[in-house]
Antibody, heavy 121, light 108 residues
Framework: EVQLVESGGGLVQPGGSLRLSCAAS????????MNWVRQAPGKGLEWVSY????????YYADSVKGRFTISRDNAKNSLYLQMNSLRAEDTAVYYC??????????????WGQGTLVTVSS | AIRMTQSPSSLSASTGDRVTITCRAS??????LAWYQQKPGKAPKLLIY???TLQSGVPSRFSGSGSGTDFTLTISCLQSEDFATYYC??????????FGGGTKVEIK
């Protein structure tokens, strides 16, 4: 069974940093590209970032470019999102989500349960 | 960026009803569209990709159609477990993937 479990969320002050993790199991993590998608409280979904299976291709939404860094450790079956210079508008539940193959930017076929990031003073 | 507009934003329906949700893209996206279902407090679940291909395990009462700029998600016979919010997503203009604003399906 595919499982994605996010962690690392919490309360952080504006301008602060946070690192999210996503632990994957139930599939060959190194064979799939991954995404981060977020959802502000009571709002819709917003794609944040993408990383290919080998980390050779990385993309960011314009709203986070230059502040967030996506990475992965295939030996540890883990995905990460380093978030710096956080703003109130970054407050959201952050989901890690799997793409259906190794180098595909498109739909997401499995999602984790999400971790809440709150940016507030 | 391509804007995705869903209508209606919410609807009320009864079990057994046929429900149709519309998603319109601000420019043509061929068939590069996915649909997701999200229940309160839960992660989104993929229903359909490539506009009309049903994800494995999704009940056949769900169907998708359309291409270009206009798309529909149809639930042929609404079940109690289908009350949720539905989102469309375009992946034509990657890497800037964009979602529609959502359609909440509520019990009448």
């Amino acid at each position: 069974e595919v499982q994605l479990v996010e962690s690392g969320g919490g309360l952080v002050q504006p301008g602060g940093s946070l690192r999210l993790s996503c632990a994957a199991s139930g599939f060959t993590f190194s064979s799939y590209s991954m995404n981060w998608v977020r959802q502000a409280p009571g709002k819709g979904l917003e794609w944040v970032s993408y990383i290919s299976s080998s980390s050779s291709t990385i993309y960011y939404a314009d709203s986070v470019k230059g502040r967030f860094t996506i990475s992965r450790d295939n030996a540890k079956n883990s995905l990460y999102l380093q978030m710096n210079s956080l703003r109130a508008e970054d407050t959201a539940v952050y989901y890690c989500a799997r793409a259906p193959n190794w180098n595909f930017v498109g739909w997401q076929d499995y999602w984790g349960q999400g971790t809440l990031v709150t940016v507030s003073s | 960026a391509i804007r995705m507009t869903q209508s209606p934003s919410s609807l009320s329906a009864s079990t057994g009803d046929r429900v149709t949700i519309t998603c319109r893209a601000s420019q043509g996206i061929s068939s590069y569209l996915a649909w997701y279902q999200q229940k309160p407090g839960k992660a989104p679940k993929l229903l359909i990709y490539a506009a009309s291909t049903l994800q494995s395990g999704v009940p056949s009462r769900f169907s998708g159609s359309g291409s270009g700029t206009d798309f529909t998600l149809t639930i042929s016979c609404l079940q109690s477990e289908d009350f949720a919010t539905y989102y469309c997503q375009q992946y034509y203009s990657y890497p800037q993937l964009t979602f529609g604003g959502g359609t909440k399906v509520e019990i009448k």
